[in-house]
């Protein structure tokens, strides 16, 4: 499984937009890259899954270059409930799903 | 939009104890799985389970712990005699894997707290 590597926190204010950004250096071919965010004291929850180039759901927006060694997730005009764990993950689409996720990227958004 | 449930929300328990956590996924999904997160630590895989078998397991999943689906719709964890470290979150999720899509859904979670 491809390593990920992403800043521990970031802090933001209520109407900007949070860019989260997460390396991969060793993603392989097949694989795909996955974020979900966790409130506290509840599951994880899907955001937004790429394989190239950019990615835009109601939620967020994912940029991946074409190198695909890095991705930045997007979200634009963030609230205080946005606040949140973000888990960028990197999963090889075959017979073995299980998600590997790390420590995260802590979001928190000030009034 | 359906979601995965899980009861009880909290389970306390004394060490030794077995316990039986519930799961229902979402009814056309076809993968499942349990999770845990110790507190202030990260999500960890358990057991995955496809076709009424487990598909992979972590080395978390040792003897202490199966996995069962007694019917068609309820996923259950057991532990069979709990210890001090098996206190922590424990998430269901379910999914089913397609051509554009393997998302997992997870449950709203049960934390385990065992005394």
């Known amino acids: 499984l491809a390593k990920t590597t992403q800043p521990i926190s970031m802090d933001s204010y209520e109407g900007q937009e949070v860019n989260i950004t997460c390396s991969h250096n060793n993603i392989a071919t097949n694989d795909y890259i996955t974020w979900y965010q966790q409130f506290p004291s509840q599951g994880p929850r899907f955001i937004i899954q790429?394989?190239?180039t950019k990615v835009t759901n109601e939620v967020a927006s994912l940029f991946i270059p074409a190198d695909r060694k890095s991705s930045t997730l997007s979200l634009p005009r963030v609230s205080l409930s946005d606040t949140a764990v973000y888990y960028c993950?990197?999963?090889?689409?075959?017979?073995?799903?299980?998600?590997?996720f790390g420590a995260g990227t802590t979001v928190t958004v000030r009034a | 939009e359906p979601e995965v449930t899980q009861t009880p929300s909290h389970q306390v328990t004394q060490m030794g104890q077995e316990v039986i956590l519930r799961c229902v996924p979402i009814s056309n999904h076809l993968y499942f799985y349990w999770y845990r997160q110790i507190l202030g630590q990260k999500v960890e895989f358990l057991v995955s389970f496809y076709n009424n078998e487990i598909s992979e397991k972590s080395e978390i999943f040792d003897d202490q712990f199966s996995v069962e689906r007694p019917d068609g719709s309820n996923f259950t964890l057991k532990i069979r005699s709990t210890k001090l470290e098996d206190s922590a979150m424990y998430f269901c999720?379910?999914?089913?894997?397609?051509?554009?899509?393997?998302?997992?859904?997870f449950g709203p979670g049960t934390r385990l707290t065992v005394l």
């Open positions: 790429g394989y190239k």
């Open positions: 999720a379910s999914s089913l894997p397609g051509q554009n899509t393997d998302t997992q859904y």
């Open positions: 993950l990197v999963v090889l689409r075959s017979n073995d799903y299980k998600l590997s």
